[in-house]
């Protein structure tokens, strides 16, 4: 989908994979629910199997990611979960992922950058990680 145009499910995110890294471009205004991480955790596991490819996270302003979806992300994931590049260029979302790294404190590689193209180099450098560790 282009542009948000209105989705058959109206989910508040969009996943691809495109060049091993997992992108998640998350819908301007929504919030995202216990059953939206549900179904993002299932996604990302059907992506990507193996739970090694970085995950590009676009955060848009106006944006909600309520508590207890927070907290099974942190849960799932623990120690095992895929990089995260966390991207925004809004200060009240940046201010939410650093809420969320500084209580959630998750054991997966996680960093907030203002610039995706920062971002995107930094998913790179992971995958070439995996690529090198085996």
Same mark, same amino acid.
């Given at each position: 989908m282009i542009g948000w145009e209105t989705s058959v499910f109206k989910s508040p995110f969009e996943l691809w994979r495109e060049e091993g890294v997992l992108h998640l %471009? #998350? @819908?301007p205004g929504a919030v995202m629910q216990v059953r939206d991480m549900k179904e993002v955790l299932r996604l990302i596991g059907a992506l990507d199997p193996s739970g090694h490819a970085p %995950? #590009?996270?676009e955060y848009p302003d106006r944006y909600a990611v /309520?508590?207890?979806a927070s907290e099974l992300l942190r849960r799932v994931c623990g120690s095992h979960g895929h990089p995260v590049a966390f991207y925004t260029r809004d200060a009240i979302?940046? $201010? $939410?992922g650093e809420r969320f790294q500084r209580l $959630? /404190?998750?054991a997966f590689?996680? /960093?907030i950058? +203002? +610039?995706r193209s920062k971002a995107? @180099?930094?998913t790179r450098e992971r995958l070439q990680l995996v690529e090198i560790m085996g």
């Open positions: %471009v #998350l @819908a %995950v #590009l996270l /309520r508590a207890e979302s940046r $201010q $939410q $959630q /404190r998750p590689p996680f /960093r950058f +203002d +610039d995107y @180099a930094w």
